[in-house]
């Protein structure tokens, strides 16, 4: 007797976004999410927001603290949110290297994209493993917390109360990206390190135009 096929795992091979776990969803939209990729060290979402999101989104629940408090559960290293409007007149980018994750340390239910702007707190597809000082946005356990991530949603949200149609993109990094002293960098390196860049980066880039944004 043929077995019936046996979906395993929360990467679901139709609509490709992680946490996903329905064998019928083909479409990272169901998710609130208009765009995923998958690159070599960084998993990028898109979103797009405007008025009518707002006020939909959701907290955490126990099914999200616990798909995250896994201790097989992917844990970036890195991460980033970007936002733009339409003429990119309005538009912001923030990162963070998140401290490594410990034994007794219990990562919170980070929205990829904020419950402010209509990110749900109940979908894995929307949830990552956020060092808990980051993704709170005042203080924790008795001290000041940073600021960064949190400062980044209430600009998103902003731009939308303001009228503007938002894109968000948020990027989680297996790995955080190599960061170079320009002091150290001979001049034959630095032409050696952009001939590298150039002919490696145009088919494997991990920057997408259309989550551009300035640091803050």
Request: aromatic residues 10%; hydrophobic residues 20%.
């Amino acid at each position: 007797m043929v077995q019936p096929l046996q979906l395993k795992g929360v990467v679901q091979r139709f609509c490709g976004v992680p946490g996903c776990s329905d064998p019928m969803c083909n479409d990272p939209k169901n998710h609130s999410i208009s765009h995923f990729r998958r690159l070599r060290n960084v998993d990028v979402y898109h979103a797009e927001r405007d008025k009518k999101d707002l006020g939909k989104g959701s907290g955490t629940s126990k099914k999200t603290r616990d798909y995250v408090q896994d201790p097989n559960s992917f844990y970036p290293e890195e991460v980033s949110l970007s936002y733009t409007n339409e003429d990119e007149s309005y538009r912001g980018r923030s990162s963070y290297i998140q401290p490594p994750r410990t034994s007794n340390m219990k990562p919170d239910a980070g929205h990829i994209f904020g419950n402010q702007y209509g990110g749900s707190g109940k979908d894995t597809a929307n949830i990552f493993a956020q060092e808990p000082r980051h993704n709170r946005g005042n203080r924790y356990k008795g001290k000041r917390t940073f600021k960064k991530w949190r400062r980044t949603e209430n600009e998103i949200r902003r731009g939308i109360q303001k009228g503007h149609k938002m894109r968000a993109t948020a990027k989680l990094y297996r790995k955080r990206r190599i960061r170079y002293d320009p002091s150290t960098i001979s001049d034959e390196d630095h032409r050696n390190f952009m001939k590298y860049w150039y002919y490696s980066r145009r088919d494997h880039d991990d920057h997408d135009p259309s989550g551009g944004g300035i640091m803050t």
